[in-house]
């Protein structure tokens, strides 16, 4: 199990797992902002899946747990359902990044996300999906095979969305690219990589979806009028990044 590091630099707080890749960062005097840009896309099944009471929300790796504060300042009528395996984390997001502890809206549990993702009792059960899953190394995610990549299927209800961190600039891209599409019968957007190599990519079940990327944008608009998430690019980002979806999104 790795160990767990910090470090702070101009009013931003880091997780590392014992060495200097950076792992998770807070800002300091705003605890419950999303700090970093790929952890604010990975918020992107917001533009899709309108929060409602009784939906839920598994995350698969908590980090400095950036996305489960947002969730539980923002998204009061959803239950995020956080695996993590390793107890330093889930201790270290609590003392040293003020994520809340467990209540009726948030469960935290010890697991292991490649046997959470393939327990019966999960099936059907999620309506989003958050993967951010490192480890020391950061040579790409601690899970990214098809059976992984099916399992996060079959816990997601229909329809659902899977936003997962990718680390673009290493051979792991394909693999997960390759995989995850297979898993969602190609039904798989990317986000630009941004400024720290990463790649957001999501995923989607159930229905067909055909709709303007005007109606995106104007949800984006909605979304960080509400919570302050940057989201006003998101629209024409994923228009440009992805081929053949430029003039309306069809997926």
């Known amino acids: 199990m790795e160990s767990v590091t910090f470090s702070e630099s101009g009013g931003i707080r880091y997780l590392h797992f014992g060495t200097d890749m950076i792992q998770g960062a807070m800002r300091i005097r705003d605890p419950d902002e999303i700090y970093l840009e790929y952890n604010q896309q990975m918020m992107a099944w917001l533009l899709f899946l309108e929060t409602k009471p009784g939906m839920r929300v598994a995350q698969l790796g908590l980090g400095t747990g950036a996305l489960t504060k947002f969730q539980h300042r923002h998204c009061p009528a959803v239950k995020t ?32 996300a490649k046997a959470f993702v393939k327990s019966s009792r999960y099936k059907n059960h999620f309506d989003a999906v958050q993967v951010d899953l490192y480890d020391a190394i950061c040579d790409g995610p601690a899970a990214s095979s098809l059976e992984f990549y099916k399992g996060c299927f079959e816990i997601l ?5 899977m936003t997962v961190n990718l680390f673009s600039r290493h051979k ?3 693999i997960n690219l390759k995989n995850i599409c297979e898993a969602f019968d190609n039904r798989v957007l990317l986000f630009p990589e941004s400024h720290d190599c990463n790649v957001v990519a999501m995923a989607f079940k159930g ?45």
């Open 157 to 161: 209800k229909s329809p659902g969305v």
């Open 81 to 112: 359902t956080v695996v993590e395996l390793n107890p330093a984390v889930i201790v270290s997001a609590r003392s040293m990044f003020s994520t809340p502890d467990d209540d009726r809206r948030l469960e935290t549990l010890q697991t292991d």
């Open 207 to 251: 229905p067909r979806l055909e709709v303007e990327w005007k109606d995106v944008a104007k949800r984006a608009k909605i979304i960080m009028d509400k919570t302050g998430l940057p989201t006003n690019t998101w629209a024409s980002s994923l228009s440009r990044a992805n081929a053949r979806q430029e003039n309306k999104l069809s997926i």
């Open 172 to 174: 792991s891209f394909d």
